[in-house]
């Protein structure tokens, strides 16, 4: 990273947005999740005032559906504006028509999407590329980013590129993933803008604008004599594209330093295979190869960067000469279809590149396809792994998917759950909290503190229930010298924090945690009392991987300061005290600063509350002489009464148990039905206090049951 440009610890929404606020004059927007966060920002920025590189502040409309945002988008395109939007899943598909009409009108713009699930056999508000897939036939061009930095990055350079190709870009990251983990990165200039946006490019795209003074005629019907000729007539600028975007990548690299390619190849120079990806399961991918490299193995990806148009040239030049397979692996499911996008236009580019006379390949490739990651689905360097161990045998299986397990129609390939890349020195911190509790807010600020005060590389992701409030959260926050390749969720981390008791109750927080890691708890018992509280499995777990434990009974200081059941900032001020990334003192001061600028519109008072939660955090930390065995009587609760029916307990239990990646295919009905009335047998006990019922005061207001 240069040291000339700012460094700041976002997320991808914001870096994607800083990017298009930045070369944008107008925004239609309409919220969609995991979207919703790149229109927020765009119109809280502009209604601070702030400007794009032009000195003139974007014009943000929000809309009432993502048909109206793109309607929006098609009418300032065609006024001259330099317009943008920013969607997902369902909303994405809303826009189809509109982008049919702006990719056949070879209008500049691009869109930025959070790829997101579309809605099947179930809804589900998690990533993959169901959604992008659904837009091939659009005539948008398609532009992959796989991490923070590359979403700000990407969106830049498909600023630049559609200005000068005319092809609308659509940039799109994995939703969740990419779109909320929480990264260091390095903050582009407005240089860097003005140097990457050709201002000639502009005026062009202006000129074209419908205007009464040069007035033309635009969108009008065909008939079955001419709308053939006239579909052709595009056919140049989608032959260009490709080059104007590997120039554009290429003048980036002059201009900031990073270097991307429309297929960007890491691995041996002699691999024999190769895995082809694109979004953030290229950041897994591309971890697990230089561990595979260290260890002797002839491997390799190609990072999909431009997918869109599909430069059959570019892509074979960057395979190479010794590849014997090829795997494409998608990140959607295409059903009924030969094999997924990716996998059909590896063998159409491998097909056409041999009929065309190629022949630098020492004996033609096979070609493989995998499905992976679907609805944010786990994807790990083991799944990388056993991917290329089925790539080496003589038979592999085509179609395949990695990930869950396939009892069905026995698709799924095995893989080694417990395996992890552990890169020196690097800290894995995995958090449980309670919805609305406080926790994930610390845990963005901890991730903030770190990334920019130390010369660690910082990185956060954010597990939430569908139910938000009131529900599970788990944290998991990464940071270390190196830089951080790891978009999936830490399994084996050196510290742990439980910050409802009753969690421990139910379920297995511990398995997370290593050997010798520290294990800190929000306890609503005295230190002396905690240990005999504790159900005899998690004492057992505590003992058998030589834990250091820590408690502190947060809600009991939240109360008498007076900050009610916002427990977050003691939990984060132990943190602190116990992991040693930064000294005592100066991480005390630093939670202060980030305690004002979150809570400082709210005075004075609320200021000194959370003051004091940093103060008196410390003196109630307590560490636990751990016995030697386990005295505890009391077993872990079910997930479901024992009553209950076979399939809420075989089913519904193991989802109760966040263990729900273990349920097989066979699980589930083909339709997505489920039987009704499963809810009365969750019983999640998270409460801090029961209501107890007073005939002579209550007023039927029904508020203590809810």
Known sequence: MSSTRQIVTIDGNEAATYSAHKVCEVVAIYPITPS????????????????????????????????GAVAAVHGALQRGGLTTTFTASQGLLLMIPSMFKIAGELTPVFFNVSARSVATHALSIFGDHSDVMATRTTGFALISSNSVQEAMDMALIAAASTLESRIPFLHFFDGFRTSHEVAKVELLSNDDFRSMIDDDFVRAHRERAMNPDRPIIRGTAQNPDTFFQARETINPFYDDCPGIVEKVMQRFEKVVGRKYELFQYEGAPDADRVIVIMGSGAETAHESVDHLLEKGEKVGLIKVRLYRPFSIEHFMGALPDTVKTICALDRTKEPGAIGEPLYQDAISALVEYKASGGN???ESPRVLGGRYGLSSKEFTPSMVLSVFDEMSKKTPKNHFTVGIDDDVTHT???????FMIELPGQTRAVFFG???DGTVSANKNSIKIIGEDTDNFAQGYFVYDSRKAGSLTVSHLRFGPQEIHSPYLINRANFVACHQFPFLERIDLLKVAEQNATFLLNSPYPAEETWDRLPRQVQQEIIDKKLRFFVIDAYRIAREI???????????????????????????DRIKQFIKKAYGIKGDKILKLNYAAVD?????????????????TMEMLPPVPEQAPEYVKDVIGKMILKEGDDLPVSAFEPDGTFPSGTTQWEKRNIAMEIPVWDSETCVQCGKCVF
């Open 36 to 67: 919703s966060v790149m229109g927020e920002l765009a119109d809280k920025w502009s209604s601070q005032g702030r400007t794009n590189i032009w000195g003139t502040i974007p014009q943000v409309v929000e809309m009432q559906s993502e048909a």
């Open 360 to 362: 630098r390949f020492k």
């Open 412 to 418: 799924s390939i095995d893989y080694d759950k417990q």
């Open 434 to 436: 309670l919805g609305a």
């Open 562 to 588: 007076g900050l009610g059941a916002r427990i977050n900032t003691i939990m984060q001020t132990c943190f602190f005290l116990l992991s040693d990334i930064i000294p005592k003192k100066e991480a005390m």
């Open 616 to 632: 008196r955090a410390p003196q109630n930390l307590h560490e636990i002489d751990v016995p030697e065995k386990a005295t505890s």
